[in-house]
């Protein structure tokens, strides 16, 4: 079985979120259980990888022909071939997505190009797959293409797709008078197939024309098909429930386990948790200038986009509320300029106490997820979530909104003797903060807490069985 995984980012070769990281550890977890994998992404300007150069493409697009290249290297660390498709003016560009906080005007013709170069690589037979694996939006239009312009196609017209749904907000929504540059009849610009609301609407085409469709956890695929989260697309997801899966991701070792991060100050694993974890802190508080605390009081930390997903304004408003509970707060984020702005506000209220530092910064988010106590993860929709699972592993009891994969991954300490975090259900402060406040209380009882760390410890996030569940749709598929 061949199967060709294409996504807009791929750790560690270009990231903005936790869909890179998945794109790297599903492909070593299938390679693992002997899949024959291959990748696609774009060439980003930050990009530094030597490769193989295929030569020159061509890539019609509406009346003019641009021209790219094919780049052959390997995902770092590992032999899984990565196609890097080369164009300078969509792709030699400082960011991925956006230009200070706007989408790029030219994404649809940037992500076009990039689909019709896969589909190009493919007939000129470079690598050929039975199945596409396409994830989110910005590569939809695979399954768009196969099942139309090229159903009756010698080569093209023989393989199979799967669409992954990392995340229903963001759809590829584009005016209707681009719609041209995807070189497609008008036939298929109506209501049940790219037509939304008069706009172009690509993860739409994705998951009309994908053989089957899944999304990132199993709770999550079954909340888009309400109005509550589906996006506007509940109704097709609804009428699509047939091909419709969740899959739970997991985690890949190699780069978050606490006995083996190259970025800590102390490795540790559940013999001597509390030995690390005390290292590390002191280490991550240095780090954000702030007091080590007499006597013991919990450290929260938080890793996220900033943006109301994450629901991290929820986790400013209650702030001032840990404080005065005697604990201290460290923030890593980057994104939405009102956001930053109100936990930088409470940085500067609180400087013995809350810590914010507004960047990308991959050591740092190792550090948090080591040195903190708790995990905060207040989302408003989570399709899976990654840091709640890094947060377990590393011993760092997570709080969450249970909705998504949140509510598959963490089970609350008083429901459950199973219960390995705290979990809130009401997207308010209130409902947070009352999950926070009996999250200390536990922490106050440090036996009962250290009992709380070893389960957490324990949990197993290994991509054995989700390797697994990937393998087993693709057959059907096929
Ligand atoms: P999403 O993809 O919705 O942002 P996930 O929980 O799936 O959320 O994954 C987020 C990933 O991005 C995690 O690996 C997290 O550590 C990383 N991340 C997010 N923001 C930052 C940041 N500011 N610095 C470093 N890593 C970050
Ligand atoms: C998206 C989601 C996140 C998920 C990630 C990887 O970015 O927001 O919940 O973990 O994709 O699938």
């Known amino acids: 079985m061949k199967i060709l995984l294409a996504a807009s980012e791929i750790a560690t070769l270009a990231q903005t979120g936790g869909l890179a990281d998945i794109m790297r550890s599903l492909p070593i977890a299938l390679k693992a259980q002997g899949i024959d994998i291959a990748l696609c992404m774009p060439k980003y300007r930050h990009v530094e990888i030597d490769g193989e150069d295929l030569g020159e493409i061509q890539i ?25 498709i080369d164009q300078e003016d969509y792709f030699d560009r400082e960011n991925l997505y956006t230009e200070k906080g706007r989408d790029y005007p030219d994404n649809l013709e940037r992500f076009t190009f990039f689909c019709r170069a896969i589909l190009n690589l493919i007939e000129r037979g470079i ?27 010698a080569v093209l017209g023989k393989i199979k797709t799967l669409f992954t749904i990392h995340n229903m907000a963001y759809q590829g929504l584009f005016p209707i008078f681009l ?4 070189g497609l009849p008008w036939d298929y610009f109506n209501l049940s197939e790219l037509e939304f609301y008069n706009q172009v609407n690509l ?12 999304t990132v956890s199993p709770n999550y695929a079954k909340e888009i098909q309400t109005q509550e989260f589906g ?59 702030l007091p080590m605390p007499e006597g013991r009081r919990p450290l929260f930390g938080v890793v996220s986009r900033i943006t109301p997903q994450k629901g991290c304004d929820l986790a400013a408003s209650i702030i ?19 956001i930053e702005d109100l936990l930088k506000s409470m940085e500067r209220q609180y400087p013995d106490a809350c810590g914010v530092q507004i960047e990308y910064n991959t050591e740092m988010s190792h550090l948090i997820e080591a040195g903190s106590d708790m995990f905060l993860m207040p989302s408003r929709f989570e399709p899976c ?22 509510a598959d991954t963490v089970i609350d300490y008083h429901e459950s003797d199973q219960g390995n975090g705290f979990t809130f259900d009401d997207e308010s402060t209130g409902a947070f903060m009352e999950a926070c406040d009996r999250a ?28 697994k569940e990937y393998i087993e749709l693709y057959q059907s598929i096929l």
């Open 60 to 84: 019609p697009i509406e009346d003019r022909i641009v021209t790219g290249g094919i780049i052959r290297c390997t995902l770092p660390d590992t032999d899984i071939p990565v196609f890097l």
């Open 179 to 182: 719609y041209p540059v995807l």
């Open 440 to 467: 200390i209380t536990v922490f106050e009882d440090e036996k009962a807490w250290s009992i709380l760390v070893q389960r957490a410890m324990q949990t197993d996030f290994s991509w054995r069985q989700s390797a």
């Open 320 to 338: 001032p509320t840990l404080i005065r509970r005697g604990a201290q707060v460290v923030i890593l984020g980057t994104g939405d300029p009102k």
């Open 203 to 214: 993860l739409k085409g994705g998951i009309v024309f994908a053989d089957a469709i899944n």
């Open 231 to 289: 996006c506007g697309l509940d109704g097709l997801l609804r009428k699509n429930q047939n091909k419709l899966t969740g899959i739970l991701n997991r985690v890949d070792y190699a780069q978050w386990s606490p006995d083996q991060d190259a970025y800590i100050p102390m490795r540790y694993d559940a013999s001597n948790v509390q030995e690390g974890k005390a290292k590390n802190k002191q280490a991550l508080l240095e780090e954000f200038g």
């Open 127 to 153: 690598w050929k797959p039975d199945l596409i694996h396409a994830n989110d939006w910005q590569t939809a239009l695979l399954p768009t293409y196969l099942k139309t312009i090229y159903q009756k196609h």
């Open 385 to 406: 979530g990654l840091n709640q699972m890094y947060s377990l592993l590393y011993g760092t009891i997570p709080i969450v909104r249970s909705i998504g994969g949140l």
